[in-house]
């Protein structure tokens, strides 16, 4: 793959996970009824939010931060083995391919450490959008180390794919 091309996604990833920071310190207290008041769920608010479509928006409200935060690298994780069942590899792309999960897995453990750092529900109060924007920016340096931990091992990989192989790579939620 080529530098511009991953240095563009690396960045794409960044802005999209980056920008929401402000909201998402902003809209603990915000997003919470007070006594006495019904939640309608903030912006889009109305009976949708009371039903199964509500409570998929809303499932991380349940959760620790840390919970939440194991949830998105299980997250992640599972997109990996579901690329490399849809790649359907060969006995001698296999090995490459072990490398690429080996590497992955070592980021996601550095992530998980980022995780149990978290402060739990109850502990809160005390936390500022310095903080939170702190943590931030550690998850995404762990982030960014992982993909450039990775990426000699995607890069191999990727030049013992067939072209039907790297078109799955390249658009892995295409239909047809």
């Not at 019904?38 to 479509?53: F, I, L, S």
């Not at 992640?76 to 579901?82: H, P």
């Not at 529900?121 to 702190?134: A, F, N, P």
């Amino acid at each position: 793959m080529k530098k511009s091309t991953l240095a563009g996604a690396a960045m794409i990833a960044v802005a999209a996970v980056a920008v929401p920071v402000l909201a998402w310190s902003a809209g603990d207290a915000a997003d919470q009824p007070q006594p006495g008041q019904e939640w309608h769920g903030g912006p889009m608010g109305g009976p949708m939010q009371h039903g199964w479509m509500g409570r998929m928006m809303n499932w991380h409200r349940d959760l620790s931060p840390q919970q939440a935060c194991v949830d998105r690298i299980a997250h992640r994780a599972g997109f990996v083995a579901y690329i490399g069942a849809k790649l359907d590899l060969t006995a001698d792309q296999k090995p490459l391919w072990d490398k690429v999960t080996t590497a992955t897995q070592a980021a996601q453990d550095n992530q998980r450490q980022l995780c149990a750092n978290l402060k739990p529900i109850g502990e809160q109060d005390g936390v500022t959008v310095l903080d939170r924007m702190k943590q931030r920016e550690q998850m995404l340096s762990a982030q960014l180390q992982g993909l450039q931990q990775t990426e000699p091992a995607v890069e191999a990989l990727y030049q013992s794919l067939t072209p039907q192989q790297k078109a799955i790579l390249d658009h892995p939620f295409r239909r047809g």
